[in-house]
């Protein structure tokens, strides 16, 4: 059994070369996993072209709560009758509006601080998304912001319990965090609708119990006309 998830960011020859690790000698099958709404990586990834795939789509979320699967909804493209099967929240998704770079670090900072005095969050039930143009800059404004290789869940530093993670929606996908916090937008991530329908989605997506954005006036009118 082949079983591939993140599959909308397959190219074709990668599928080939995986299908080569399969056994011939047995019956094979091979369970592609696709969201189309996250293909954030210029490749083709229409490998599936065999007539003999079945597609069963997935209609039910059981990541973010109600308030955040409406929000993400938003942007989504595939099923209609995608619904939630996840708890209520206890916070609607929040948009905090900063017009310049340095107002966006000082929202994040002060952010950061009422989610760990006053909501009691841990350090590690964070998760900074941000383009990868200012993913550097952003865990340079704070000592608790670490830039996170998201898959392995390792950082430079040694205490990652006491490190808040920065990475980019692309280097998360197919990752959760009880909390996301999406600052810091790149113009080529919001270069068009289709792109930029995406990568908020993405982001957004990732969240189970509390979202927030962070941008300026003029990036929440572009975000609200996707």
Not at 25 to 37: G, H, L, M, Q, V
Request: aromatic content about 10%; glycine content about 4%.
């Amino acid at each position: 059994v082949l079983i591939i998830d993140e599959g909308q960011n397959l190219e074709q020859s990668w599928y080939q070369c995986l299908t080569l690790l399969q056994d011939s000698s047995k019956n094979r099958s091979t369970y592609i996993f696709r969201d189309p709404t996250q293909s954030l990586y210029e490749r083709a990834h229409e490998y599936v072209s065999d007539s003999s795939f079945h597609k069963i789509p997935l209609e039910i979320n059981r990541r973010n709560t109600r308030e955040i699967h409406s929000e993400i909804l938003k942007y989504y493209s595939g099923v209609v009758d995608y619904r939630s099967n996840a708890v209520e929240g206890d916070l609607a998704p929040t948009h905090i509006v900063a017009n310049t770079l340095d107002d966006i670090y000082r929202e994040l900072k002060q952010l950061v601080g009422d989610l760990i005095k006053k909501d009691k969050f841990k350090h590690d039930d964070m998760t900074i998304l941000t383009s990868s143009q200012y993913q550097r800059k952003v865990a340079q404004t704070d000592s608790r912001f670490q830039i996170i290789d998201s898959w392995a869940g390792k950082s430079k530093t040694t205490d990652t319990k006491h490190a808040i993670r920065v990475t980019t929606p692309r280097k998360f996908q197919g990752l959760e965090s009880p909390v996301v916090i999406m600052a810091g937008f790149d113009p080529k991530d919001l270069r068009d609708h289709d792109m930029a329908r995406k990568f908020i989605y993405t982001g957004q997506s990732r969240a189970r119990l509390r979202l927030y954005l962070i941008a300026s006036e003029n990036e929440f009118e572009f975000i609200k006309s996707l």
